[in-house]
């Protein structure tokens, strides 16, 4: 599924032919708010509740030679013995949102298989850069006290995304003052008496304080859904996955385009979306 096989689009039509859906459980936030850490405790919860994990980690691609260290899976190697668990670190390949394109394929696959949770955890992400919220039933951002989280949150559409607020590392100084600013901003944001509001948490991973919290309130989150919240979740998810084909098959495009055609718009003798639609012409054809 990874690698773009010729088998991988007959594969992916069968995995997902009458598969129940499994909760999807995006895990983002920024570089160093302890996400691994914290899938790692989650696993652990699941576990004690006889419950078959799956994770899929994406790891920074290298914009120069294209290779990823896939370290994540090294923060939960206590799991490695477990039969219950299987973790896959995939590279971005120079995706911007957070994930890869070919995550959604990996993670139809691993639907396939019966795992009970499957969790998908994104790369240290930004302001802008949102693409789990396309993907997972459940996102949850990780913010941290003392880190200018909150102040970021209150500028960036990232966290309208989450369905749920965890304060990691709680027992920082700051957290509680970082969980109040977090309810004023969801106070000051547009709402109604519709309006469900993600819930705020507090956790400390590396103790497990809080996790089997966390992991209740995903439950919770799936409850308020319901069915048909769920199909509207995955019926955003295919629309992701189409985009992010067109995306790759445009970058395919302008990887054709010739060093003259692209000096001619530098230069100002044809504009960017003239080159644009005749490249596009040229792949039509």
């Given at each position: 599924m990874e690698s773009d096989a010729?088998?991988?689009s007959e594969l992916l039509r069968r995995v997902r032919s009458g598969v129940t859906p499994v909760p999807v459980i995006g895990v983002t936030g920024s570089p160093g708010s302890g996400k691994s850490t914290l899938v790692d405790a989650l696993i652990a919860v699941a576990r004690t509740r006889g419950l078959k994990v799956a994770v899929v980690?994406?790891?920074?691609?290298?914009?120069?030679?294209?290779?990823?260290?896939?370290?994540?899976?090294?923060?939960?190697?206590?799991?490695?013995a477990d039969e219950g668990v299987f973790v896959r670190s995939v590279a971005s390949r120079g995706a911007l949102g957070g994930l890869s394109r070919r995550t959604m394929g990996v993670v139809s696959v691993l639907e396939a298989f019966g795992f009970d949770l499957i969790f998908l955890e994104t790369v240290g992400v930004g302001q802008s850069e949102v693409d789990i919220a396309s993907v997972a039933d459940h996102t949850a951002l990780v913010l941290t006290p003392g880190g200018g989280d909150g102040v970021q949150a209150f500028k960036a559409g990232i966290m309208e995304i989450a369905d749920l607020l965890v304060v990691n590392k709680a027992d920082l100084p700051g957290a509680d003052t970082l969980v109040r600013e977090l309810r004023a901003a969801q106070s000051l944001?547009?709402?109604?008496?519709?309006?469900?509001?993600?819930?705020?948490?507090?956790?400390?991973?590396?103790?497990?304080?809080?996790?089997?919290?966390?992991?209740?309130?995903?439950?919770?989150?799936?409850?308020?859904?319901?069915?048909?919240?769920?199909?509207k979740r995955r019926l955003e998810r295919a629309k992701f996955e189409v985009g992010a084909e067109i995306q790759d098959r445009a970058r395919a495009v302008l990887h054709g385009a010739s060093a003259e055609s692209l000096r001619n718009v530098a230069e100002g003798r044809t504009t960017a979306a003239e080159l644009a639609e005749s490249l596009l012409n040229q792949a039509r054809r």
């Open positions: 010729e088998s991988a980690a994406v790891d920074p691609s290298s914009p120069f030679s294209g290779g990823a260290i896939l370290g994540d899976r090294i923060r939960m190697l206590r799991h490695h944001a547009p709402h109604d008496e519709h309006t469900i509001f993600a819930e705020i948490l507090k956790t400390v991973a590396a103790k497990g304080e809080g996790v089997e919290g966390l992991l209740d309130a995903v439950f919770r989150h799936r409850e308020k859904l319901g069915e048909a919240g769920v199909l």
